[in-house]
């Protein structure tokens, strides 16, 4: 069947061959006769036996000579289908080298994905673990926050319990005095009367004063009670400072009978001092001044005090702010050693509570850092008071008049004008709770 067809394929070759050498000697007849005179002779066209190779000879009229010559031998059929077969097999090898390099790479694509998923479901397990930790850590500190809040109302129970103590022993103390003057007056001795250690001398024209009937106050209550009602400077001599001292006393506020033991009015004392300053006391008792942290330890452990703070803005707004329990180291054997810490409960009052946050802290000064804050909260918010962290109230800041573009660097009382106000005028007093209250 291959020999047949190579036999048809040489013939048709050979037809073509003998078709184009007519095709071409009747082109050069035409050009010969369109350009050559009619008088040359026609050319001779011929086989060539002379020339094994040529099919056609054409011997022009100046003897040249065009031969066309074909191949006489066949395609080598067998040769073609080898080269064929050789490609078909690369081909295929190609083909199998890429499958396999595909398989490969398809494999280690699956053995990927499988360790990400692998890392991913332990990242997720460990998010779970995260979650549930964190879940019981808020858990925690919920039973914490309880059993703190538990702790602080048993704290205040208990500063409660003590102050009432506190209030029968000073009755009692005071009952056995009572009857120690009244036995040495039937005696006819006379007890002398000893001099006030005041801090600083009375503001001209002020006459100190003490009880009506000649019996030494221990605050601005007793004198009060003596039926002395006039606002002003009066001695007095609490039990543990018998040698006394003066004091400002309200007579009109809320009944009477507060001893003053620190005033904001005009910015002209300057409240950003020291320890000392704030441990002993400075400014006018007519004006600006701050009575003293010794001085306030002294009232208030002679039994239960209340606090008022009366306060005032530059639109003369007024507000106050009631605390019925009240004391400055009631606890401490050494006050001064322990920081003067304040103890203050039972919020009532117009101005909203900004002072409870700062219950049991010590008292800080620029100088002397007791607060929980980092920084010390005095020099931060140029004051002095029982900071915390820092604090709600800072009634001894910068008089800086109304509103300031500074933080809570004033005479700021939170919950009624904020941390960027500072008030005109505030007045921290305080008095034996009454037996009606």
Known sequence: QRMSCGYVLCTVLLSV????????????????????????????????????????????ADSSRINIFIDPNCPDAAGTFGRLEGLQTSLLRAITDHDAEAKATKNQQKALLVTVADEVAKLLTHAVQLRTDCDGLKKGHSAMGQELSALQGEQGRLIQLLSESQTNMARLVSSVSDVLDTLQKDRGGARPRPKADLQRAPARGVRPRGCSNGSRPRDCFDIYMSGQQEDGVYSIFPTHYPSGFQVYCDMTTDGGGWTVFQRREDGSVNFFRGWEA??????????????????????????????????????????FAHYGSFGVGLFSVDPEEDGYPVSIADYSGTAGDSFLKHNGMKFTTKDLDNDHSENNCASFYHGAWWYRNCHTSNLNGQYLKGHHSSYADGIEWSSWTGWQYSLKFTEMKIRPVREEN
Do not use: C
């Not at 184009?20 to 008088?39: D, E, K």
């Open 17 to 60: 061959a003998v078709l184009l050498a007519v095709t071409v000697t009747g082109a050069i007849l035409f050009m010969n006769h369109y350009h050559t005179p009619v008088t040359e002779s026609p050319p001779v066209i011929s086989t060539n036996p002379e020339e094994a190779n040529a099919l056609v000879t054409i011997e022009k």
């Open 278 to 319: 704030y441990r002993d006391g400075f400014g006018k008792l007519t004006g600006e001044h701050w009575l003293g942290l010794k001085r306030i330890h002294v009232l208030t452990v002679q039994g239960s005090y209340e606090l008022r703070i009366d306060l005032e803005d530059f639109d003369n707004g007024t507000a």
